[in-house]
């Protein structure tokens, strides 16, 4: 099939690298002329495992394509998939929607035969109807149908997800429509992914309410390790107790920082502001995020304890900025108020991610990036483990770090507290 997918950011890169994996002719089309000619050249804009091959074998074969050029792509194409941003509104929690609406508005001047639109950006309920409503003014609706398409990816994880999904959710009432998407499909159904056809608005409140799930487990375990700190108990036993009943899942129950990233927080946030329209009291919801922003207040507050409220030189590392591992987002990292805090304190911080320097820490002083674990560690009073990158897993700190009396601040829960007793290190860790 001839698929075009608007917006060649995550979503739209990395879907599009998959379906022309399958065989379909993709244009990934962009208004980013630079990212265009970088793609075009195996450069990829985000750092997603495997993605860099997957993009240059099939831009190689001529299934995958990149333009900036929308007319030509829409003309060109059967299915148009929507992959722009859906961020939060500056000083609001409800979705920005203009590129959706931008979007929508191009195309309703480029439609010269039926198309299948997806909006496969998150995006609320009843967003679908309003693209509806834009197009149709220009464009009669039997030349068009807009479908909800959400996708389940997670960052680092990404392309198996694409390949191996959990399900589809295809959001129509349109039969031909229907029919033509479970044809595209098909090599994943396949494989075993559950096809469930839904309303366009049951589609979209699908994606919305699987993230504000997910986002509760990680608050609840979370408030659950702040207990388990005071009582004396280990989080990961009552995470693995849980877990084993197969009607909660041992999944995203795994204590640490706040949750962050692309999706989400926003989402959470969007859901939030969707009810509030409508009158419907998420209140649940609601405390999710005001747990989840208060959690880096919280291991804010530890860094300070552990190091007895004493910042001023303190020499402190940080093993990963990014919100997880195999990822290159810092989007809603904790990091990200978690330095700066430390810095007013008077600290002096030097920090390591495998995905190299990142510019949100360029405007502060008394922070650098090193090259490696060793260059990064071997003076600090503190180091932090922030994100579980594979990288940070097999540590000698001792061999490392010349100062005898450094102590470890496990975010994640990497280490064992035995071992960490048997080697002497001064070992703090979430939970337990």
């Known amino acids: 099939m001839k698929l075009c997918m608007i917006g060649a950011g995550y979503v739209g890169l990395v879907s599009g690298a998959c379906f022309s994996d399958l065989g379909n002719e993709v244009i990934c089309v962009d208004s980013d002329t630079n990212k265009i000619n970088n793609l075009k050249n195996s450069i990829i804009p985000i750092y997603e495992p495997g993605l860099g091959e997957l993009v240059k074998k099939n831009y190689k074969s001529g299934r995958l394509s990149f333009s900036t050029d929308l007319p030509s792509s829409i003309k060109k194409s059967n299915i148009i998939f929507i992959c722009v941003g859906t961020p939060t509104k500056k000083n609001g929690i409800a979705a920005d929607l203009t590129q959706i609406f931008n979007v929508s508005k191009e195309l309703s001047h480029y439609i010269n035969k039926f198309k299948i639109i997806i909006t496969k950006s998150t995006v609320p309920v009843t967003t679908g109807d309003k693209v509806e409503k834009i197009i149709s003014k220009k464009v009669k609706k039997k030349l068009f149908s807009v479908v909800s398409n959400p996708e389940f990816l997670r960052e680092g994880e990404a392309i198996r997800d694409f390949i191996y999904p959990d399900r589809i959710v295809i959001g129509t009432q349109n039969k031909k429509?229907?029919?033509?998407?479970?044809?595209?499909?098909?090599?994943?159904?396949?494989?075993?992914?559950?096809?469930?056809?839904?309303?366009?608005?049951?589609?979209?409140?699908?994606?919305?309410?699987?993230?504000?799930?997910?986002?509760?487990?990680?608050?609840?375990?979370?408030?659950?390790?702040?207990?388990?700190?005071?009582?004396?108990?280990?989080?990961?036993?009552?995470?693995?107790?849980?877990?084993?009943?197969?009607?909660?899942?041992?999944?995203?129950?795994?204590?640490?920082?706040?949750?962050?990233?692309?999706?989400?927080?926003?989402?959470?946030?969007?859901?939030?502001?969707?009810?509030?329209?409508?009158?419907?009291?998420?209140?649940?919801?609601?405390?999710?995020?005001?747990?989840?922003?208060?959690?880096?207040?919280?291991?804010?507050?530890?860094?300070?304890?552990?190091?007895?409220?004493?910042?001023?030189?303190?020499?402190?590392?940080?093993?990963?900025?990014?919100?997880?591992?195999?990822?290159?987002?810092?989007?809603?990292?904790?990091?990200?108020?978690?330095?700066?805090?430390?810095?007013?304190?008077?600290?002096?911080?030097?920090?390591?991610?495998?995905?190299?320097?990142?510019?949100?820490?360029?405007?502060?002083?008394?922070?650098?990036?090193?090259?490696?674990?060793?260059?990064?560690?071997?003076?600090?009073?503190?180091?932090?483990?922030?994100?579980?990158?594979?990288?940070?897993?097999?540590?000698?700190?001792?061999?490392?770090?010349?100062?005898?009396?450094?102590?470890?601040?496990?975010?994640?829960?990497?280490?064992?507290?035995?071992?960490?007793?048997?080697?002497?290190?001064?070992?703090?860790?979430?939970?337990?």
Not at 287 to 301: A, D, F, G, P
Not at 357 to 382: M, P, Q, R, T
Request: proline share 2%; charged share 30%.
């Open 177 to 432: 429509t229907n029919k033509i998407l479970k044809q595209l499909y098909s090599p994943l159904i396949s494989k075993g992914a559950k096809y469930l056809n839904t309303s366009r608005r049951s589609a979209e409140l699908i994606k919305y309410a699987s993230n504000a799930f997910l986002a509760t487990k990680i608050t609840y375990i979370n408030e659950i390790a702040n207990m388990c700190e005071k009582l004396n108990v280990n989080v990961e036993d009552v995470s693995i107790g849980m877990g084993l009943d197969k009607r909660i899942g041992g999944r995203f129950l795994r204590a640490g920082p706040a949750y962050g990233g692309s999706c989400f927080p926003k989402d959470t946030r969007a859901i939030l502001s969707t009810a509030k329209q409508i009158k419907s009291n998420l209140s649940l919801i609601k405390s999710v995020i005001n747990s989840n922003e208060n959690r880096t207040k919280i291991l804010t507050e530890r860094i300070y304890k552990i190091l007895k409220g004493n910042l001023k030189n303190k020499k402190i590392c940080f093993l990963g900025v990014t919100f997880k591992a195999n990822t290159d987002d810092m989007r809603e990292s904790s990091s990200l108020k978690m330095i700066p805090a430390i810095l007013k304190k008077g600290a002096l911080i030097t920090y390591y991610d495998p995905t190299g320097e990142k510019k949100e820490f360029k405007k502060f002083k008394n922070i650098e990036f090193k090259n490696s674990i060793k260059a990064a560690c071997v003076n600090s009073d503190l180091v932090i483990i922030h994100t579980e990158w594979n990288d940070f897993k097999s540590i000698d700190f001792k061999k490392i770090i010349k100062k005898k009396n450094f102590k470890l601040f496990d975010m994640r829960n990497i280490y064992s507290t035995e071992k960490m007793k048997a080697d002497k290190i001064n070992y703090f860790s979430i939970g337990r």
